[in-house]
Antibody, heavy 117, light 110 residues
Framework: QVQLVESGGDSVMPGGSLRLSCAAS????????MSWIRQAPGKGLEWVSS????????NYADTVKGRFTISRDNAKNSLYLQMNILRAEDTAVYYC??????????WGQGTLVTVSS | QSALTQPASVSGSPGQSITISCTGT?????????VSWYQQFPGKAPTLMIY???NRPSGVSNRFSASKSGNTASLTISGLQTEDEADYYC??????????FGSGTKVTVL
């Protein structure tokens, strides 16, 4: 069965950096778009970024463009999100999700990122 | 990109039908047939309920159905059950190939 396991969430100071990882299993990772979606505490869902199967295409929400970078390693069945210049408003649970061409059909359990001084 | 507009809450009695609306613009909901719906229980990850406007993934009850007209999409839950009490989010691909989620609707079974 499809399994997505996020890691790397932590508490960081404003202006800091963090790298999230997502380990995928149970499907041919290299065939799928992958995405990051976040949810601030008590708030709704916000799409963050998506990447195509061979990394040819990437896309970002305006709120993170220029600060976050999505990448993947198909040999390691892994998805990443490099987050720089973190702000308080980036505080959220970050979900790794399979998909990004039209919908998101499987989600991980999420990893919490807290940005606070 | 502003969030798609959903009612904050919808309620119904067991066995009734309820409909959740999701209103966007010609740049998102009206631009594509890439509208999806997600169910989320407290403290849990969302799960896909509907994709490409009307399609149900395998394993999703046929009590869930959806449609779209112009810039507004809708999710209907028929034969409401207590287990349907959750938050529901719509999502649309945009004309810029980004995604926008709805503001979310809390469904309460009375």
């Amino acid at each position: 069965q499809v399994q997505l396991v996020e890691s790397g969430g932590d508490s960081v100071m404003p202006g800091g950096s963090l790298r999230l990882s997502c380990a995928a299993s149970g499907f041919r990772f290299s065939d799928y778009y992958m995405s990051w979606i976040r949810q601030a505490p008590g708030k709704g869902l916000e799409w963050v970024s998506s990447i195509s199967p061979t990394s040819t295409y990437t896309n970002y929400a305006d709120t993170v463009k220029g600060r976050f970078t999505i990448s993947r390693d198909n040999a390691k069945n892994s998805l990443y999100l490099q987050m720089n210049i973190l702000r308080a408003e980036d505080t959220a649970v970050y979900y790794c999700a399979r998909g990004g061409h039209s919908h998101f059909d499987n989600w991980g359990q999420g990893t919490l990122v807290t940005v606070s001084s | 990109q502003s969030a798609l507009t959903q009612p904050a809450s919808v309620s119904g009695s067991p066995g009734q039908s309820i409909t959740i609306s999701c209103t966007g613009t010609s740049s998102d909901v009206g631009a594509h047939n890439y509208v999806s719906w997600y169910q989320q229980f407290p403290g849990k990850a969302p799960t896909l309920m509907i994709y490409d406007v009307t399609n149900r993934p395998s394993g999703v009850s046929n009590r869930f159905s959806a449609s779209k007209s112009g810039n507004t999409a809708s999710l209907t839950i028929s034969g409401l059950q207590t287990e349907d009490e959750a938050d529901y989010y719509c999502c649309s691909k945009t004309s810029s190939s980004t995604y926008v989620f709805g503001s979310g609707t809390k469904v309460t079974v009375l």
